[in-house]
């Protein structure tokens, strides 16, 4: 991805034309840290899982150009573990994150991109604090709501469906009776391939991570994570482990019944509001990708007591950190 002054001139359309002395600077800015690329780029959701990149001694800020601020976007620059990286915060949830991705793509000499941050729980064979690394990434929350007493319909039945009548609650006397809620069916992305032809559309649910980046990800089953806070201290020591799929939406999940749900029907791991968003934006612009979660609750818990997140956020935010710094030591600079 090369940085092309022509494009961005596309792409930001009259904010150029109302701030173009502003903007003509920002583009020698860009050209001149493109010129010192190419990079790595990480994306990260929120500040708390931020907090442990900027307090990190591997973390090093470029002395010229630490930072880069656009379209509300910080991009920080520097090194970390001695590769070149750009680092950004996208905030919460898919429309955040697709845009930070795609502007980090688009302004930047990027090789690849990292994203790592916290996620729910929905496979109750991990625990708080383990780490995972999806070789799968689906975005669940694009649906089609089927209509009540509709038995077809013009709409994708290819990946599953949520039947809301399985979830009601009956007594011993009470009979079964159809949820006016019916069934929604999960549905594809439109995607438009950047070497595809314009318009034409491709359809994607489960975008898969970088194969090389992936391989990289198994030898991190040593990393040394954190098992305590303060003195609340986890059963037994986190692990790091490469599991086959993850899954996105922008819903925090905190249910144990579609935390259930998601775990049955596509045998998912973590489930975030960013990473399917992050994968379908660099899937779109074929550049190698990979997604670190580090799980912070089991989503819904085992009672109605309050989320484990609340606990644990800054345990796996650091966790979920040190697998990224030991992912990239792996990593073999290409020029």
Same mark, same amino acid.
């Given at each position: 991805?090369?940085?092309?002054?022509?494009?961005?001139?596309?792409?930001?359309?009259?904010?150029?034309?109302?701030?173009?002395?502003?903007?003509?600077?920002?583009?020698?800015?860009?050209?001149?840290?493109?010129?010192?690329?190419?990079?790595?780029?990480?994306?990260?959701?929120?500040?708390?899982?931020?907090?442990? @990149? $900027?307090?990190?001694?591997?973390?090093? &800020?470029?002395?010229? #150009? =630490?930072?880069?601020?656009?379209?509300?976007? !910080?991009? /920080?620059?520097?090194?970390?573990?001695?590769?070149?990286?750009?680092?950004?915060?996208?905030?919460?949830?898919?429309?955040?994150?697709?845009?930070?991705?795609?502007?980090?793509?688009?302004?930047?000499?990027?090789?690849?991109?990292?994203?790592?941050?916290?996620?729910?729980?929905?496979?109750?064979?991990?625990?708080?604090?383990?780490?995972?690394?999806?070789?799968?990434?689906?975005?669940?929350?694009?649906?089609?709501?089927?209509?009540?007493?509709?038995?077809?319909?013009?709409?994708?039945?290819?990946?599953?469906?949520?039947?809301?009548?399985?979830?009601?609650?009956?007594?011993?006397?009470?009979?079964?009776?159809?949820? @006016? $809620?019916?069934?929604?069916?999960?549905? &594809?992305?439109?995607? #438009? =391939?950047?070497?595809?032809?314009?318009?034409? !559309?491709? /359809?994607?649910?489960?975008?898969?991570?970088?194969?090389?980046?992936?391989?990289?990800?198994?030898?991190?089953?040593?990393?040394?994570?954190?098992?305590?806070?303060?003195?609340?201290?986890?059963?037994?020591?986190?692990?790091?482990?490469?599991?086959?799929?993850?899954?996105?939406?922008?819903?925090?999940?905190?249910?144990?019944?579609?935390?259930?749900?998601?775990?049955?029907?596509?045998?998912?791991?973590?489930?975030?509001?960013?990473?399917?968003?992050?994968?379908?934006?660099?899937?779109?612009?074929?550049?190698?990708?990979?997604?670190?979660?580090?799980?912070?609750?089991?989503?819904?818990?085992?009672?109605?007591?309050?989320?484990?997140?609340?606990?644990?956020?800054?345990?796996?935010?650091?966790?979920?950190?040190?697998?990224?710094?030991?992912?990239?030591?792996?990593?073999?600079?290409?020029?």
């Amino acid at each position: 991805m090369k940085f092309l002054s022509v494009l961005m001139l596309v792409i930001l359309g009259s904010s150029i034309k109302a701030y173009s002395e502003i903007c003509q600077t920002s583009l020698k800015e860009i050209s001149n840290i493109n010129s010192h690329g190419p990079y790595i780029g990480i994306a990260v959701p929120n500040a708390y899982e931020l907090k442990p @990149l $900027l307090q990190s001694p591997s973390f090093v &800020p470029h002395n010229k #150009f =630490p930072y880069f601020d656009f379209a509300g976007k !910080k991009f /920080r620059i520097g090194e970390l573990e001695n590769k070149k990286v750009i680092v950004v915060m996208s905030g919460e949830g898919m429309l955040n994150a697709g845009l930070a991705t795609q502007l980090l793509l688009t302004l930047f000499n990027v090789e690849g991109v990292l994203h790592y941050g916290i996620a729910g729980n929905v496979n109750s064979q991990f625990q708080v604090g383990d780490v995972t690394i999806p070789q799968y990434w689906a975005h669940t929350g694009l649906w089609h709501w089927q209509r009540f007493g509709e038995d077809n319909g013009d709409f994708g039945r290819e990946f599953d469906y949520l039947k809301f009548s399985n979830y009601n609650n009956y007594t011993k006397h009470s009979k079964s009776i159809e949820n @006016l $809620l019916n069934k929604i069916w999960y549905q &594809p992305e439109q995607i #438009f =391939p950047v070497d595809g032809t314009p318009e034409v !559309k491709q /359809r994607a649910f489960w975008v898969p991570v970088d194969k090389n980046y992936f391989e990289i990800a198994r030898k991190l089953k040593n990393v040394k994570l954190n098992s305590c806070v303060n003195k609340t201290c986890l059963p037994r020591k986190p692990i790091m482990v490469r599991v086959k799929k993850g899954v996105s939406a922008n819903v925090f999940v905190d249910n144990k019944a579609y935390r259930n749900h998601l775990n049955s029907k596509f045998d998912a791991t973590p489930t975030d509001m960013e990473s399917a968003a992050v994968a379908l934006v660099c899937f779109q612009h074929k550049i190698p990708f990979i997604a670190i979660r580090a799980l912070s609750d089991l989503a819904g818990g085992g009672s109605a007591l309050s989320n484990e997140a609340s606990i644990f956020l800054s345990l796996a935010s650091q966790n979920a950190f040190d697998v990224l710094v030991k992912f990239i030591s792996l990593m073999i600079w290409q020029r």
